[in-house]
Structures are given as C-alpha cells and as structure tokens.
C-alpha cells in the first residue's frame, strides 16, 4: 500500500464487483485483502440494497469485509456517494488492527433485517467476490 492511501473497510456494494465499486476505482483506490471484524459488530440489510454495520462490543458477530488503499483525496467522493445514513468510523478488524470503515448510524438500521448471523453482506446476498 502506499504512503499516501488511508486504509478503508468496506463491508457492502463497495466490495469488488458490486453495484458501488466503480466509486472506489474512480478516485484509484486499491483492492488489498479481505478481512472479517471481531465479533462485536452487527449486520443489517437495508432495504435489500445495502448493509448497515454497527458495533455493539460483546453483542455481534464477525462481519466479512473488504480492506481497500483509497488516496485521501478520494475518500471525500467516496464517501458523498454512499447511501444516507452511513458513516465512516473505526472499525476494529480480527487480527487487532483499527482501520476506518463504513459504519451505519443507529437510525437507518430500525425495522430493517438483522443479518449478522449470516457473516456479511455476499453471504446474505449470494453475490460472491469477483477476482
């Protein structure tokens, strides 16, 4: 990864070959690994057309996500074109890295379906990664 990148968790349509994914290569970002969270964070779908990721320390799961080199500049583009009512935050990875990560703000996951259980958005939605 290089110097100037700022590392950025993504746990939705960001994640390569999904519907958001042209707005991280648009501003150059950088497929670096995937990861999972520790089992403190909790998954929703909202509306079946994003996920919503919250931490709750000792109440969630391990939520699969994406890990991608995104130029500073990019992360304000990025970040105007997510869906209304998520977030970037810190967002704690299994190994013990804390890297920021698109988190959901309470409001937009009520009434919504939980989907913790089934480990992250491509798990719920069937739509495997793309190489």
């Not at 070959?17 to 950088?30: H, K, Q, Y």
């Not at 799961?61 to 995104?70: K, S």
């Amino acid at each position: 990864m290089s110097d100037n990148k700022v590392l950025l968790a993504v746990n939705g349509t960001l994640m390569r070959g999904l519907e958001l994914n042209p707005n991280m290569l648009a501003v150059d970002a950088e497929f670096v690994a995937e990861s999972t969270t520790t089992a403190d964070y909790r998954c929703w779908s909202i509306g079946d057309r994003h996920p919503g990721m919250i931490r709750f320390p000792g109440e969630g799961g391990e939520i699969a996500l994406e890990l991608w080199a995104v130029p500073p500049a990019g992360l304000g583009s990025i970040l105007q074109k997510e869906p209304a009512g998520l977030s970037i935050g810190k967002v704690t990875l299994k190994d013990g890295q804390e890297v920021l990560g698109v988190l959901a703000e309470p409001w937009l996951v009520e009434g919504e379906r939980e989907i913790t259980e089934t480990g992250g958005w491509r798990n719920y939605t069937g739509h495997h990664h793309i190489n």
